[in-house]
């Protein structure tokens, strides 16, 4: 009695928690089905207790026709699969490139085995993996393989999750985006309509709408893009939904390293991923690594910031990605699986580089960063039209912030103006209870801090000195 009121209280502790926890889009997601009915070439007539096994290096599902000749897969990840098709006296057929969607079943259609032949063993149909849509789509759904990323991008390595989505009918920038804040649209539609997850979690930061990852890129296996999906359930995402699926392991295991050092600016890049499982797929882990150092290019170091609109600028930028994604399948066929992913995105940038404008010279280079209120662009205006004080006369009436001296002098080093922090964790147990049944719980927390203070000559990073910018902070599920 005692083993059997836990057991029930664990339940009820479960159901709490999936009412507790905010509902994931009804558009995008991590699973998918498959449908199809196999008959016979000769007869037309259908084929029952024919085998299907549908795999890809990550993953495999199997399925049995029943005596209609129909069978059907539930609870299939976002992939690109081969299909194969067994039956006695017939010929094996194996069509490839098959994509699985999320949250859509995907129809393979009326499959033909002829009979077996002395001379056949087996036949392959053609079917392109880079299918813009899938047979029985029944919205506007585009996904995007590891393959096709690279492509989009240029390379392996590549941070800018957004030149990925710009592959995709429809996606374009919005049109104030800028290199470390930029934001997409679907078909026109406004930014904060769009809907962001990371693996099936919801991943849109709460204050602004944004992307939780802020459009970095690391370890992704595929990305899913689900057009309009615009009714009243969606909760502000009627222009779609973007969902970004992480590596999976494979067998045999595998894994790269990238090195780059470029110019004419600073920029370093390394980074490294492997992936590995099991032979039977039992276990499986991917994990994935990118860390990037650049200055963009904002002019020669004789270059006045000012006059070319940079006075602002970022200077020094510094991002760390670092994805895991750990898998355990057990039970009857493997049927079950337990899921643990991690997520962790820092990227920082600093103003005032030396190198970017060079030093402040009040002769050679008076658009160079300066101290406040020494600052003659942004201060000028109040301390000599208006007022009619010289700097010193005003900085003596609304005092100094802390380390700020008291005569006019160069900024000594970069001063941080931004800060993007992401942290994420998701836990996850499915179970393929049949061919038409699945079952999955998920529990997910993360969090997002945003800082910004673009009056770096105000005072220290993030002090809290009175006139600074003050920090948003945002956070997750």
Do not use: C
Not at 201 to 214: K, Q
């Amino acid at each position: 009695m005692i083993a059997l009121r836990s057991f029930v209280a664990a339940v009820l502790a479960v159901a709490v928690l999936a009412l507790s926890t905010p509902a994931a889009f009804a558009a995008g997601g991590i699973v998918g089905s498959l449908t199809g009915t196999v008959v016979d070439g000769a007869s037309g007539n259908p084929i029952s207790g024919a085998a299907i096994t549908v795999s890809s290096p990550a993953q495999k599902y199997t399925a049995t026709t029943d005596g209609a000749g129909h069978f059907s897969i539930v609870g299939m990840n976002v992939d690109t699969y081969s299909l194969s098709i067994t039956a006695p006296g017939e010929e094996t057929l194996v069509v490839p490139g098959v994509t699985v969607t999320g949250d859509q079943t995907v129809s393979a259609g009326t499959l033909t085995l002829q009979k077996r032949q002395l001379a056949v063993v087996g036949r392959v149909s053609a079917r392109s993996p880079s299918n813009a849509f899938q047979p029985g789509q029944t919205t506007d759904s585009y996904t995007i393989n590891a393959e096709q990323i690279i492509q989009s991008t240029g390379k392996a390595y590549s941070t800018n999750e957004n030149a990925a989505l710009l592959s995709v009918p429809g996606v374009t920038l919005t049109n104030n985006s800028t290199p470390f804040s930029s934001q997409v649209t679907i078909r026109g539609g406004a930014a904060f309509e769009v809907g962001y997850q990371f693996d099936g979690v919801p991943f849109r930061e709460p204050f602004l709408n944004g992307n939780g990852s802020f459009g970095l890129l690391n370890g992704i296996g595929n990305i899913q893009v689900v057009e309009g999906a615009a009714d009243a359930t969606q909760a502000g995402v009627g222009a779609g939904v973007i969902n970004v699926v992480p590596l999976r392991g494979t067998s045999p295991g595998s894994g790269t390293i990238d090195l780059e050092v470029g110019g004419p600016a600073l920029f370093h890049q390394y980074g490294f991923d492997y992936r590995w499982a099991s032979p039977d797929n039992r276990f499986s882990d991917a994990l994935s690594y990118t860390g990037q150092w650049y200055s963009p290019y904002n002019g020669y170091n004789f270059t006045n910031q000012a006059a070319y609109g940079n006075y602002f600028s970022t200077n020094y930028v510094k991002n760390d990605q670092i994805v895991n994604n750990f898998i355990f399948k057990f039970g009857n066929n493997l049927n079950q699986q337990l899921q643990v992913v991690y997520l962790n995105i820092s990227q920082q940038g600093w103003q005032g580089v030396q190198g970017a404008g060079g030093a402040y010279n009040q002769a050679t280079n008076p658009g160079a960063l300066a101290y406040y209120p020494y600052d003659t662009l942004t201060q000028g205006a109040l301390f000599m039209p208006i007022t009619g004080y010289n700097p010193a006369q005003y900085a003596s009436l609304i005092g100094l912030a802390p380390g700020v001296p008291a005569t006019n002098s160069p900024v000594p080093g970069p001063q941080q103006n931004f800060s993007n922090q992401t942290r994420y964790l998701k836990f996850e147990y499915d179970n393929n209870l049949s061919s038409n049944t699945f079952v999955g719980l998920r529990y997910y927390n993360w969090a997002g801090l945003e800082a910004v203070d673009d009056s770096y000559s105000l005072g220290a990073w993030n002090t809290g000195t009175p006139g600074l910018a003050a920090p948003n902070t945002t956070g997750g599920q």
